[in-house]
């Protein structure tokens, strides 16, 4: 390298399954380097042609076409003692990691203008000693000295919240290409302790492909006769990029069409493939993925004996954390909302940069980032608390989104000869539009009645930009006809007086009811024993007063719950009773 070795620098590198990143320090901060405009450095190794090793985009490009020569997931294998063949040859995986690391620290070299010595690497909280000390033989290999492996939550954690005084407690959920781990992370003046880690090592955006190429298989072979569609290996690669593809776009956009020219032909004739999948329809196919992360959630918490109401901050880590539907889960679960605005992707290596910097003797800050500190969204017809609601309020934008930040979603009219539709823009958290504060509100009219009753449909875009305008954008798919509108100084609007404001004068206009007085669990609550009797009138005073600050969804199910246990208890039915008073203990576990 030009400028000579250099003992004082150190790099931070985030070695994953799927992807790998490097950060160096420049000017205090950490910065994950950049090739080509790309960060993120494909964790795969392969031999071309002429035998020589390529290790990134180009090795995986040749994944399909070359299996035999080339090697993916090796992480998967640390610590195992297994060789893997790569061309004629086997190799130990801390030598296919070297051959990664390498390629991170040239890049590194390249960017720094100086041949780097030293690195921190990160490691799954899991990864046991053997794992450890394999990933330590890899940067060895590679001409690094480790000076520390650190838990991948742990670095996420530290691109937070370096500098944090006091103590915090944070949960790291990480879902990747194909892995998934959470974890209970405390820090301590500046010391950072994984307190559990829950999860699956075998779940991820890999999972969430093949889910949508299920489709497109079911699909070519129904709709298009393509019967032998599965066995056709360059085919399926093909679609299971374009799976990834339409997975990434449905995260900003309500449906995705898939074109892909030639995927076959019948009778001599050509078929393409023009297909479309709604972000609804992949939001179902997802859901047993879905409750199975939230299980490990459950797991992690309950190891680390933390309450989610103990929770200082949830950090979104993984590119896979960019479905909105993860977000919304756990803002549901856990009553607050995650935040992933340190990308998700380089979060863990610029964790990574943080902790060189500090064993460089630099005092580092959390990596900073513009967020908004409100949702954005608008009103539609739907259910508030189970009943049927004309103003729920539908989030576009949610608080912690970095800026700038755009996201569409799809409308439907109401009446099937309406002819105009008011765009209302509102800022708050509540789910009842009417107690958040109205910012804009946008006509549009001239509706083609007729193709929306097809359900085409009206697609919303708000974009906020980091001046705090929001633009909003609401296009008839039918026709094509849109309107634009400006809501000027959107981030400065709000503040605590106007959502008070706006939440009494709603209030006042409903006349809120008081409430009625609950039944108390005792009148007959000599038919039970008294421990139970006593357990359950405790329970239920949890869930009263935790009844008005739990989500929708949960307050429903809570409300059910309590009169089927009064119920119970007034019956003498003690089996069903202790039952019931379970289910709601665990509700209440999450809420409290
Ligand atoms: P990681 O291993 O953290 O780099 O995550 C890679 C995974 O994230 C891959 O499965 C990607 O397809 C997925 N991914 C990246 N961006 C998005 C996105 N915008 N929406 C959904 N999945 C994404």
């Known amino acids: 390298m030009a400028g000579g070795a250099n003992d004082s620098d150190i790099i931070g590198i985030d070695l994953g399954t799927t992807n790998s990143e490097v950060a160096i320090i420049e000017g205090g901060k950490p910065t994950v380097v ?135 407690t944070l949960l790291v959920y990480d879902l990747g290409g194909g892995t998934f781990d959470v974890s209970v992370v405390r820090i301590e003046e500046g010391v950072v302790e994984v307190l559990a880690t829950a999860g699956d090592n075998q779940l991820g955006g890999d999972d969430f492909d093949a889910l949508i190429l299920e489709r497109l298989n079911t699909h070519l072979e ?51 493939l023009a297909w479309e999948l709604s972000r609804a329809d992949f939001e179902r196919d997802l859901q047993p993925f879905v409750d199975r992360s939230l299980q490990a959630v459950t ?22 954390t960019r479905i909105p539907r993860i977000a919304s889960v756990l803002a549901e679960r856990l009553a607050q909302e995650p935040h992933g605005e340190v990308d998700p992707d380089l979060c863990v290596a610029l964790g990574a940069g943080v902790q060189a910097g500090i064993e460089m003797g630099q005092d580092m800050q959390a990596v900073l980032v513009d967020i908004t500190p409100y949702t954005f969204g608008t009103r539609a017809a739907g259910e508030l608390y189970g009943e049927p609601y004309a103003h729920q309020f539908v989030p576009l934008i949610r608080r912690n989104s970095k800026l700038p930040a755009t996201r569409t979603e799809v409308f439907y009219t109401v009446f099937e000869d309406q002819e105009e539709v008011d765009i209302k823009v509102y800022q708050g958290e509540d789910p009842d539009a009417l107690k958040n504060v109205e910012i804009g509100t946008f006509l549009f009219s001239g509706l083609n009645r007729h193709r929306d009753a097809h359900g085409q449909g009206l697609l919303f875009t708000y974009s906020l930009d980091l001046d705090g305008l929001l633009h909003v954008h609401a296009r008839e798919r039918a026709t094509g006809r849109e309107i634009r509108g ?81 119920d119970a208890v007034r019956e003498g039915r003690v089996d069903q009773a202790s039952e019931l008073r379970g289910k709601l203990d665990e509700i209440l576990f999450y809420l409290e």
């Open 486 to 566: 400006v809501v000027e100084n959107a981030l400065g609007r709000s503040t605590d007086e106007a959502l008070g404001a706006a939440r009494e004068r709603v209030s006042a206009l409903w006349g809120e009811a008081g409430g009625e007085s609950p039944a108390a669990a005792g009148d007959a609550a000599a038919a039970v024993p008294a421990d139970v009797a006593r357990a359950v009138e405790e329970s239920l005073a949890r869930a009263e007063s935790a009844l008005d600050a739990a989500p929708a969804e949960d307050r429903e199910e809570m409300i059910d719950l309590m009169e089927d246990l009064r």
């Open 34 to 168: 950049r090739e080509d405009g790309e960060a993120i450095l494909p964790s795969c190794v392969g031999l071309d042609d002429a035998g020589t090793v390529i290790v990134g985009q180009q090795a995986r490009n040749q994944a399909a076409a070359a299996p035999e020569r080339t090697v993916l997931s090796i992480k998967r294998l640390m610590g195992s003692g297994t060789q893997v063949r790569m061309g004629t040859d086997a190799y130990s995986p801390q030598e296919i990691s070297a051959f990664i690391l390498k390629a991170l620290k040239e890049r590194a070299d390249r960017a720094l203008g100086r041949d780097v010595r030293k690195a921190v690497i990160t490691v799954p909280a899991y990864f046991t000693d053997a794992q450890r000390q394999s990933t330590r033989e890899a940067g060895e290999i590679a001409g690094l000295t480790v000076v520390r492996i650190i838990n991948e939550p742990t670095a996420a954690a530290l691109s937070y919240e370096s500098g944090a005084a006091g103590s915090r």
């Open 299 to 320: 797991t992690a918490l309950q190891d680390a004996a933390v309450r989610p109401s103990q929770l200082d901050r949830v950090l979104l880590v993984g590119g896979s």
């Open 222 to 272: 129904t709709e298009l006769g393509l019967e032998h569609a599965r066995e056709d290996r360059l085919l399926q690669a093909r679609l299971r990029q374009a799976a990834e593809r339409a997975k990434i776009e449905l995260s900003d956009r309500p449906w995705v069409r898939v074109e892909e020219d030639h995927v076959g032909s019948v009778d001599g004739e050509a078929r393409h």
